[in-house]
């Protein structure tokens, strides 16, 4: 069986972060969206007013990432920055 990105994420205790075209497992299970919204947000592009959603759900600023989430941060279209 191979290993893809998601199952080593889940394997180390990480998540899968998104916003734009960054797209990486990064090691933030135990944090809230609003720590990795703040640590990750040069590296990433992540706007301080971005929503994160799980799936279809949005995603509270105290919302504790588990290892295996997928979170992406995303701006409504229209919204310049």
Known sequence: MQNTQA????????AMIK?????????????????????????????PEAKAYKGKAQLSDTYVIESSDN????RKLGEKG
């Open 19 to 47: 916003s734009g075209v960054n797209n990486q497992a990064i090691p933030c299970a135990g944090k809230t969206v609003a720590q990795v919204r703040r640590e990750l947000g040069g590296a990433f592009g992540i706007d």
């Open 7 to 14: 199952q080593k994420a889940t394997a180390n205790n990480m």
């Open 71 to 74: 979170i992406e941060f995303v």
